[in-house]
T-cell receptor, first 118, second 114 residues
Framework: GAVVSQHPSWVICKSGTSVKIECRSL??????MFWYRQFPKQSLMLMAT?????????EQGVEKDKFLINHASLTLSTLTVTSAHPEDSSFYIC??????????????FGPGTRLTVT | AQKITQTQPGMFVQEKEAVTLDCTYD???????LFWYKQPSSGEMIFLIY??????QNATEGRYSLNFQKARKSANLVISASQLGDSAMYFC???????????FGKGTRLSVIA
């Protein structure tokens, strides 16, 4: 099956610093990728939709100036958490489907990035 | 707006027994897809099964089957012959037609007992 990678798999950073998380589709092209956030013992919540070559669409309550999303190519989307604070500590997961895939096509998830802000 | 409801925070099942995980959904769309994902402690999301809103037969994938009752807006997951490795979080999810994001339920933690 299709593979989506994320890097890094885990990161610890100090409060006030920025962290970049990469999401790559390894064997298919994706014009759209999705970023989710999952707090401990909770479900996945959509943060934003990343569109290749255009601005991301953010969900209500997600600060677009804090969570910068760049989708510069058909295989790479990045999420940058700027001026991270301890409350940003979470599990960040991206997903994508092959370009033009029908609804029944599963979304392929990356393995996730565990961010801890100290 | 779409909504997924999973009312069972946790479930226990004896090894080799079958278990049903409940999921109800709400949408005003006629065309949609329903998914079940498994999330072990490692955090990876593992796709289990899919059911389309126009599919007349219930989906099956190995030991997994989806009991789809459209009029009741329910899409319960049935796991037959449970194994210890089935212990994990299980999420029901929905997406509208097209390349749209998934909306997840709160999940059910399944524990399989030897």
């Amino acid at each position: 099956g299709a593979v989506v990678s994320q890097h890094p798999s885990w990161v610890i950073c100090k409060s006030g610093t920025s962290v970049k998380i990469e999401c790559r589709s390894l064997d298919f092209q994706a014009t759209t990728m999705f970023w989710y956030r999952q707090f401990p013992k909770q479900s996945l919540m959509l943060m934003a939709t990343s569109n290749e070559g255009s601005k991301a669409t953010y969900e209500q309550g997600v600060e677009k100036d804090k969570f910068l999303i760049n989708h510069a190519s058909l295989t790479l989307s990045t999420l940058t958490v700027t001026s991270a604070h301890p409350e940003d500590s979470s599990f960040y997961i991206c997903s994508a489907s092959p370009q033009g895939a029908p609804t029944r096509y599963e979304q392929y998830f990356g393995p996730g990035t565990r961010l801890t802000v100290t | 707006a779409q909504k997924i409801t999973q009312t069972q925070p946790g479930m226990f099942v004896q090894e080799k027994e079958a278990v049903t995980l409940d999921c109800t959904y709400d949408t005003s769309d006629q065309s949609y897809g329903l998914f079940w994902y498994k999330q072990p402690s490692s955090g990876e999301m593992i796709f289990l099964i899919y059911q389309g809103s126009y599919d007349e037969q219930n989906a099956t994938e190995g030991r997994y089957s989806l009991n789809f009752q459209k009029a009741r807006k329910s899409a319960n997951l049935v796991i037959s012959a449970s194994q210890l490795g089935d212990s994990a979080m299980y999420f029901c999810a929905m997406r509208e037609w097209g390349n749209t994001p998934l909306v997840f339920g709160k999940g059910t933690r399944l524990s399989v007992i030897a």
